[in-house]
């Protein structure tokens, strides 16, 4: 049961907070400066656990104290941390054995972060025990309003390999086969005659001079997500039993690309669900990329409003050259994740580091000050986000099409060698969700679990791994009158990462009235012509139509007049498409649009080309966010309230290049 008490009333606005590296006279400014920033909650203390407690039992909390005190008397909220995801050095030199080991064998060092492995009950034990000396202390305190769990669990420690793990690894194993002849079975085992005879016998896949059994190597990637989670639950457990009221996160870091544990079947276990995001400076769409991650979040609680919990308000410093933002970037950056179903924007970090790792790195106050355009930014997104306050709670409007992501499905791809190995296969969910953001059509990205009922097209684009559950639902979904389109590299594998067999896509053959025979990837990117005038590239397939129309065939290269794109009509209205190759941004526009007038989905808004819009409603209010990604001043049609200038508009408004405006509808 998860409580939703928000930790903020309105929408919520700030970020990370370190005073630690900071003096108390810049504590007096940084209040000052949140005042005027309008920022009305910091997440407190993320990795301070060696300032709290230097030594083994010896504790400093005077600081926070006052921290606490200050913050509380400006009316700003504490979202406070475990401090878990930084040992302290003591720890570390008195406890080794608490550092991850790489598959090589090599135990890491001090001196990073989450530097520690899930499974190592000395950790948990230390772990459990500074969570419970710090809730103690801060419980009563009034400006505690929300626990965020360690920080970016898995984020550098994801995957340990020491004999600890391995121990956790065949309990987990146990429990889930019951008997070593179920786990030699959903393995395939018998392959390179690598049966066991005893769950005694197996190990994580540590390195050896070729690639792991990928059924062991699935669940291996599995069992370290359970394991993170299991270690959320714990801490969650002591945080519970002293403040029951107040609620529990963990920031998330879920992007467009697959993630680096399972967020999506860990979501049910939060309070508020909490996302990192930074764009990729040299990512050609970044405007969609967010809106993907967003998309992600809200697909994973559809009703229910999620928090940014990190982002930057300019460059980061962990890519390989780092963007800064243009002024009004971090503004629209965040009307993005709010307009899709956060109730807030926070930021990596208040203050910007002076020394450490992440000295080059923007923060809220930049080392020039406030003299800055980042400070204006800064500025100017808390008047807005306060004149959003009404916005705060409502849902975003019910998406039409479900797009399936599962990060099971790319651990399952990444497991062994593959027809292609230098292709991520998820990128045709980006392909998908760009077509759909480009025309403005509302999508949720969610796990094939999801409850489909809801939506009228749902996408199964590059899943790789689907289960017979997942098979079903579709199935029923198309059945039912839904308009489904699965994408090349779909279907391919079952839940224990075993081929389907009996001709290609195994889990949607049947559905899609198809046969795949046989892969055939291109070489090279010369690109491939369709009959019907589309263009697509990189991979094609032997497809023989045996129930379904063709849509369109390959027009030349050695399946040349043979099946490219399907399409099978059922019989409750609903249709099922197959495309076998990978089409162009043209092609897929053109097909999605076609599909998208079958199924009678229409864009969110009647907007200009390169304008966003999305709307978020509640009992009695709608509110319709635009955002203008393209280069030119356009006219956006639109009456009722701009709440950002408070102006009445009744006959549409003008938005500039960058600009941005979110209108009360009437
Ligand atoms: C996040 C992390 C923050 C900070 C930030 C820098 O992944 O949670 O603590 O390191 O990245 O971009």
Not at 116 to 133: F, G, H, N, Y
Not at 638 to 650: C, F, H, I, K, P
Request: aromatic content about 10%; glycine content about 8%; hydrophobic content about 40%.
């Amino acid at each position: 049961m998860t409580r939703t008490t928000w930790p903020t009333t309105g929408l919520s606005y700030g970020g990370d907070y370190n005073p630690d590296q900071w003096s108390p006279e810049t504590w007096e400014e940084d209040i000052r400066l949140m005042t005027e920033a309008r920022v009305n909650i910091v997440t407190l203390g993320v990795f301070s656990w060696g300032n709290y407690e230097p030594e083994e039992g010896r504790f400093e909390f005077e600081w926070l104290d006052t921290v606490f005190d200050l913050l509380h008397a400006a009316g700003i909220a504490v979202d406070l941390a475990t401090p878990t995801a930084a040992p302290p050095i003591w720890l570390h030199q008195k406890h080794p054995e608490i550092l991850p080991v790489t598959r090589e064998g090599m135990r890491y060092w001090q001196g990073g972060r989450l530097g520690w492995c899930a499974s190592t009950p000395i950790w948990r034990e230390q772990a459990l025990r500074i969570v419970e000396v710090l809730a103690r202390r801060y419980a009563a305190h009034p400006a505690l309003k929300m626990w965020h769990v360690s920080n970016e669990l898995g984020g550098g420690n994801r995957l340990c390999y020491c004999d600890e793990s391995a121990a956790h690894f065949r309990r987990w194993l146990t429990e889930k086969y019951g008997t070593v002849d179920a786990l030699n079975q959903a393995w395939g085992t018998a392959f390179w005659g690598h049966r066991y005879v005893d769950f005694a016998q197996v190990l994580p896949p540590r390195d050896s001079e070729t690639v792991p059994n990928p059924a062991l190597k699935l669940d291996f990637e599995r069992f370290a997500s359970a394991a993170l989670l299991e270690h959320f639950e714990a801490e969650a457990a002591v945080l519970r039993s002293i403040t029951p009221d107040l609620p529990i996160t963990t920031n998330f870091m879920v992007s467009s690309n697959p993630s680096v544990v399972d967020y999506a079947r860990w979501a049910p276990r939060m309070d508020v669900l909490a996302n990192d995001h930074y764009t990729i400076g040299r990512d050609d769409a970044r405007e969609q990329e967010l809106a993907m991650s967003a998309d992600r979040m809200r697909g994973m609680r559809p009703d229910a409003p999620w928090l940014l919990m990190e982002h930057s308000t300019s460059a980061v410093n962990w890519q390989q050259r780092n963007r800064a933002k243009l002024p009004g970037e971090l503004v629209r950056n965040s009307l993005g994740h709010v307009a899709r179903g956060s109730d807030g924007a926070l930021f990596f970090q208040w203050r910007a580091s002076t020394a450490g790792a992440e000295q080059f790195h923007s923060a809220m106050v930049p080392h020039a000050g406030t003299r800055s355009k980042i400070w204006a930014d800064v500025c100017e997104l808390g008047r807005h986000l306060d004149a959003l306050g009404d916005v705060a709670g409502t849902l975003v409007e019910p998406a039409s099409v479900a797009i399936l992501m599962d990060d099971e499905s790319h651990w399952a791809w990444k497991a062994g060698p593959k027809p292609v190995n230098d292709e991520p296969v998820w990128k045709a969910a980006r392909d998908v969700h760009r077509a759909l953001f480009d025309a403005n059509v509302l999508a949720d990205v969610v796990p094939p679990w999801a409850d489909l009922s809801r939506y009228r097209v749902v996408v199964v684009p590059g899943l790789f791994l689907a289960s017979d559950d997942t098979a079903r639902s579709v199935r029923a979904f198309a059945e039912g009158g839904g308009h489904v389109l699965v994408t090349f590299l779909s279907g391919i594998v079952d839940a224990t990462n075993r081929v389907r067999a009996g001709g290609y896509p195994g889990a949607f053959r049947h559905l899609l009235g198809i046969l795949s025979e046989e892969f055939f990837p291109l070489l090279d990117d010369g690109g491939l012509a369709l009959d019907n005038g589309w263009r697509a590239g990189r991979w094609s397939e032997l497809v023989h139509a045996d129930e379904a129309e063709i849509v369109a065939r390959y027009a030349d290269g050695d399946l040349a007049r043979s099946p490219a794109v399907t399409r099978r009509a059922l019989e409750g209205g609903g249709s099922a498409w197959y495309v076998s190759t990978e089409l162009d941004r043209v092609a897929l526009a053109d097909l999605l649009s076609g599909l998208l007038a079958d199924a009678g989905v229409s864009p969110s808004a009647e907007v200009p080309s390169g304008v966003e819009a999305v709307r978020r409603v509640g009992d009695d209010r709608s509110f319709l966010f635009l955002l203008n990604h393209g280069p030119a001043r356009v006219h956006v049609p639109g009456s009722g309230r701009e709440l950002l200038t408070g102006r009445d508009v009744e006959d549409g408004l003008d938005l500039d290049a960058g600009g941005y405006a979110v209108l009360r509808e009437r």
